[in-house]
């Protein structure tokens, strides 16, 4: 499976957007880079997808680089409710049947500040 | 609609005992996971069931077993229950189970092996 690496822990203030990269320099063509978010006490909570194209939806935007080794989620305006691990999964197109499965890694932490 | 529902929400059980787990996905999801997260291994794949089949299973020992029913509800076991199985044990149903497709995950059952 193509790995993915984010920083441990990231920061940020309250109704400030928020950056949080991901960076999956062996993807294949063909993977979809999914991020997922776990607040405290919970089960992850799915947030975005995509491809090839960026991709908003209304929690996020998802912003993929052109040569797709790297992606970024925005939060456009972070509130304490964000205060989360993020999780950037790949999984490879198609996959299904045998191989579908969701590879967490350790994720980024994200504190919000008031 | 109702999310992804697991029973029991919390669960101690004596170390060599064995324990069952139930999960009731979305309605219509056919495609049940299973995951263990522990502080030390974080969130790690079981197995997935589509359609009342095992797609895929984790690396993980034979006493975890799964089984998902005509109605796609999944009940995972763990037998001679070792005090390493403590951990947050984890449902995501989804649509398919396709790369394409979000997972949704339940609260997770907090087991406790004293």
């Known amino acids: 499976d193509a790995k993915t690496t984010q920083p441990n822990s990231m920061e940020s203030n309250e109704e400030e957007p928020v950056h949080l990269p991901c960076n999956h320099s062996t993807i294949s063509g063909t993977d979809y880079i999914h991020w997922y978010r776990q607040l405290p006490s919970q089960g992850p909570e799915y947030v975005i997808h995509g491809l090839t194209s960026n991709v908003n939806n209304r929690m996020a935007s998802l912003a993929i680089a052109e040569d797709r080794k790297s992606s970024t989620l925005i939060l456009h305006r972070a509130t304490l409710r964000d205060a989360a691990v993020y999780y950037c999964i790949l999984t490879p197109r198609g996959s299904g049947g045998s191989n579908y499965k969701l590879t967490f890694g350790k994720g980024t932490l994200l504190t919000v500040n008031p | 609609k109702a999310g992804v529902t697991q029973t029991p929400r919390y669960l101690i059980k004596t170390r060599g005992q064995q324990v069952t787990l139930s999960c009731s996905p979305i309605s219509g999801h056919r495609s049940v996971s299973w995951y263990q997260q522990t502080p030390g291994q974080g969130l790690q794949f079981l197995f997935e069931?589509?359609?009342?089949?095992?797609?895929n299973k984790g690396n993980f020992p034979g006493r975890f077993s799964g089984r998902q029913f005509s109605n796609s509800r999944s009940e995972m076991n763990v037998s001679t229950l070792e005090l390493g199985d403590s951990a947050l044990y984890l449902c995501a149903s989804s649509l398919a189970g396709t790369s394409n497709t979000e997972a949704f995950f339940g609260q997770g059952t907090r087991l406790t092996v004293v």
């Open positions: 069931y589509f359609s009342e089949t095992q797609r």
